[in-house]
């Protein structure tokens, strides 16, 4: 491989994981912002926005399947 594809590569993986890291961060703070819930950012509210994105997830790609 070119070292420009595996740069890219890596930076996709990079990005990836930054985006299920920082992903449910964002969707708490964007409910905070929006409808002033005061939702606090912690690992369990993260874990349960992660949970809710992978269940909303399998319903939209189950809806899309059939």
């Known amino acids: 491989m070119e070292n420009g ?3 890219v590569i890596c930076l996709l993986f990079i ?3 930054v985006l299920v890291i920082f992903g449910p961060v964002f969707t ?3 409910l905070n912002a929006i409808f002033g ?3 606090p950012v912690n690992f369990t509210t993260w874990a349960a926005v992660s949970w809710l994105i992978v269940i909303f997830h399998g319903i939209r790609f189950q809806a899309k399947k059939n």
Do not use: A, M, N, P
């Open 15 to 17: 990005l990836l994981i």
């Open 28 to 30: 708490i703070w964007s």
């Open 37 to 39: 819930t005061q939702i």
């Open 5 to 7: 594809k595996i740069v």
